[in-house]
């Protein structure tokens, strides 16, 4: 089992910038793909951007490709997200998540493909 703690959230101004941290301890983060997850307030949680087990492929939700930016270093257990040019739109819980699947284009976006799951990190955009 893996445990998943998100850190550097916070609250920014919109056209700011903020990267997310996700530790993994427990378990070797390179079994797993790797997925950054938002909710915002009485939406359905979705993905923001996966990254296989070894960061060959990496995916993006439509509304934030070009802005952010998912990346991985397995010799430190830990997977990033940079955010650029946040909106207020962006403001939502993050969580990071870890699948025992191999991550494609169709399982990232899959919740239920994703067996661990972190507590989540606020990220608000004033506008």
């Known amino acids: 089992q893996v445990q998943l703690v998100e850190s550097g959230g916070g609250l920014v101004q919109a056209g700011g910038s903020l990267r997310l941290s996700c530790a993994a301890s427990g378990r070797t983060l390179s079994n797993y793909g790797m997925g950054w997850f938002r909710q915002a307030p009485g939406k359905e949680r979705e993905v923001v951007a996966a990254?296989?087990?070894?960061?060959?492929?990496?995916y993006y939700a439509d509304s934030v490709k070009g802005r952010f930016t998912i990346s991985r270093d397995n010799a430190k257990n830990t997977v990033y997200v940079q955010m650029n040019s946040l909106k207020p739109e962006d403001t939502a819980v993050y969580y990071c998540?870890?699948?025992?699947?191999?991550?494609?284009?169709?399982?990232?976006?899959?919740?239920?493909?994703?067996?661990?799951w972190g507590q989540g990190t606020q990220v608000t955009v004033s506008s």
């Open positions: 990254i296989s087990r070894f960061g060959s492929s990496k």
């Open positions: 998540a870890a699948s025992n699947f191999q991550i494609s284009a169709v399982v990232a976006g899959e919740k239920m493909k994703y067996d661990y």
